[in-house]
């Protein structure tokens, strides 16, 4: 392994899957195994071919199974000395963000514009953060993602057992994840189901960009109102069925709603009216999570909106009622 000023290059490195790591996902695996390799160039070396599970090549999704030997090719990793440190009010954050913990599970309310991991470009994530907040913890690994600017519950596994456990009620959708999101316009429906296939792309720019194809794979939501603001917004609550990239703000956008403060999916003019209102990010919130513990235990978990979006809605709401008794006693 020779140290150059950009970083580490590792050798070609061979691996050798342990009993309690079995079952992962190749990609799962590297991502813990190869600490700060950025995760488009773990699925960059995969795609090429340039890992091997027992001298053949394997896909992203391959699962590991106990005995199986990876050879990894070099890569180039951050020096040790590089990581960043948390700052302290961080991580007084993250402590007081913690909505839920036992001895193999933790979920967090993670705020709008933190990424869950670092890498393409971000040196911290909330993974590395809580592993700063946590540095007795020998194992703590992300269960799922959510968007960076998409705040609320994410959970964390504290044993390789949860992690296994939870990836697959995750792969059953057994793990109901309820959001709620602030959209453009009236939201007519009190019930709604989108049933709109979503096809993943990119444009040259290498941005990811998500749409409603025909050659899409099959995406649901449900959606319902929580209160409306008038004509001009609605506060809904979303709970999709399937677990695509971006589906929630692709669905919305697609029914003619998109969602405020969305710099991807939402309307430049509109955001910019709303974040004179007070809504400077994405409206979407991963407000719940609703599944059951290995032992069997119900557990629903909720996660609060920031208390200044609480403060905003709640202006709004009044700035909507005055509107509607001043043109109500214009018509008198």
């Known amino acids: 392994m020779a140290n150059e000023s950009t970083g580490i290059q590792s050798g070609v490195q061979f691996i050798t899957v342990e009993e309690d790591q079995g079952g992962q996902r190749i990609d799962n695996f590297l991502r813990t195994a190869l600490k700060g390799a950025p995760k488009s160039l773990i699925y960059r070396v995969l795609r090429k071919g340039e890992v091997r599970v027992n001298k053949k090549r394997i896909k992203p ?14 890569i180039r990793l951050p020096e040790k000395g590089d ?10 954050f993250l402590e007081r963000a913690v909505v839920y913990e036992d001895d193999a599970l933790m979920v967090i309310n993670k705020p709008s514009g933190l990424a869950v991991h670092g890498g393409s470009g971000i040196n911290l994530g909330l993974i590395e953060a809580l592993r700063q907040l946590r540095p007795q913890q020998r194992f703590l690994e992300l269960v799922h993602r959510l968007d960076r600017d998409t705040s609320g519950c994410i959970m964390i596994a504290k044993k390789r057992s949860m992690l296994r456990y939870l990836h697959e009620l995750l792969r059953q959708h057994r793990v109901q994840k309820v959001y709620q999101a602030l959209v453009q316009g009236r939201w007519e429906s009190k019930d709604k189901r989108v049933d709109a296939p979503l096809l993943r792309g990119e444009l040259k720019s290498g941005e990811r960009m998500v749409k409603v194809d025909a050659q899409g794979k099959p995406s649901l939501t449900d959606f319902r109102i929580l209160r409306r603001f008038g004509g001009s917004a609605t506060l809904i609550e979303a709970r999709p069925k399937t677990g695509r990239t971006h589906q929630i703000r692709v669905h919305t956008q697609f029914v003619g709603h998109p969602i405020i403060g969305d710099p991807k999916y939402g309307i430049d003019v509109i955001n910019q009216q709303y974040r004179e209102l007070g809504f400077r990010r994405l409206m979407l919130h991963a407000a719940a999570l609703e599944l059951k513990l290995p032992d069997g235990t119900p557990l629903k978990v909720e996660a609060a909106l920031e208390p200044q979006i609480e403060s905003a809605l709640e202006q709004l709401l009044h700035s909507v009622e005055k509107q509607d008794q001043n043109q109500t006693g214009s018509g008198c």
């Open 61 to 74: 999704e391959y699962k590991l199974e106990p005995g199986d030997l990876i050879r990894v090719p070099p």
């Open 83 to 92: 990581a960043p440190v948390v700052g302290d009010k961080l991580l007084e």
